[in-house]
């Protein structure tokens, strides 16, 4: 056999860590009380906080689309992290409330933002898809494969959830958040912590396929998510404070070095519950977003980042760790340091 010479091939070249450089958020002017959620579910305001702890949430207008939202945040994210639009490389977008499965949604909100020649995808995971996007941002940036990544969750829940589900209808909303990422000379995002259960994957999923655009969720034929509520609640609270504590692990910290602690923003008792687990000092600041803006799947871990900074709830460049769980079953988390 003839051997055949092979050239090397070209690699680019590696950095040392990478760093959210900016953040920026959505949410749809609309506050929408427990009295307006409680009447189509026989429920109340004092039942809805006290299942839940939320308070309000925020419905989308007609016109606050998954891509429209998810652009907004990103230019907001961009504007503070000082990068212009065409420096960006690549757009992740997590989403589950996107209708469209084809063509996908983030070579147009790549576009919306003015980044027009980046590479672009949707992101999977559900409720866990902006970390699991976050990681996937660092693994480019270090490998030299990007130079700035743009990570936002974008969701328009209520056109996924029915409003008469007992289940489900109080508990979500609609919202955008987006997180620059960028080269660093020292890691400021850590390693994640990722994993799934593909068994036990029908606690939270669909129970249909999607209906033509227009059809309401919950409408006869039509898909809306279920939901265990029991079995997820449980599974959280055992699985977030492990995957918590393997995150901080891989980054060699302990809870003392953290200032936030920022679930996904699924239910107050979830986030109340893992940050007992996990013993944390009474100086880390906890997210609690979910109380005024529900949960908004993968948006919810930038939105209540964006929250707790606008507010200066914490320290600049103080270490956070987020933690994304939800359908899939699917969970990941990492340490970062806030911009």
């Not at 270490?319 to 939800?326: E, I, S, T, W």
Request: proline share 7%; with cysteine; glycine share 10%.
């Amino acid at each position: 056999m003839t051997s055949v010479a092979v050239r090397a091939l070209n690699a680019p070249a590696t950095v040392p860590g990478s760093r959210v450089l900016g953040v920026g958020a959505y949410r749809p002017a609309r506050v929408v009380t427990n009295a307006e959620v409680a009447g189509p579910i026989d429920s109340s305001d004092e039942w809805i906080r006290r299942r839940s702890g939320i308070a309000t949430r925020r419905f989308a207008a007609p016109d606050d689309t998954v891509v429209g939202m998810a652009a907004a945040a990103s230019v907001k994210a961009l504007a503070q992290a000082g990068v212009a639009p065409d420096a960006v490389d690549t757009v992740l977008l997590a989403s589950m409330s996107q209708l469209e499965q084809s063509p996908p949604a983030a070579p147009r909100v790549a576009h919306r933002m003015g980044a027009r020649s980046a590479g672009a995808m949707d992101v999977g995971a559900a409720c866990a898809g902006f970390c699991h996007a976050l990681a996937t941002a660092d693994s480019l940036i270090r490998s030299g494969n990007s130079r700035y990544v743009v990570v936002v969750g974008s969701e328009r829940m209520t056109d996924i959830v029915d409003p008469a589900d007992r289940g489900t209808a109080f508990l979500f909303g609609d919202g955008a958040g987006a997180m620059v990422v960028g080269p660093a000379e020292e890691p400021g995002i850590g390693p994640v912590a990722w994993g799934s259960e593909g068994d036990r994957h029908e606690a939270i999923a669909h129970s249909a396929p999607w209906p033509a655009p227009g059809t309401r969720a919950g409408a006869t034929g039509s898909p809306a998510l279920r939901m265990n509520g029991p079995a997820v609640f449980r599974w959280a609270v055992a699985t977030v404070p492990r995957t918590a504590r393997a995150a901080l692990a891989a980054a060699g910290l302990t809870v003392a070095d953290l200032a936030a602690f920022v679930p996904h923003q699924a239910n107050l008792r979830i986030v109340d519950g893992t940050a007992t687990a996990l013993r944390l000092p009474d100086h880390v600041v906890v997210a609690r977003d979910v109380v005024h803006a529900g949960n908004t799947s993968a948006a919810s871990v930038p939105l209540a980042v964006e929250e707790l900074l606008a507010r200066g709830a914490v320290p600049r460049g103080g270490l956070a760790l987020l933690v994304g769980f939800g359908a899939g079953l699917s969970h990941a988390a990492q340490v970062v340091a806030l911009p």
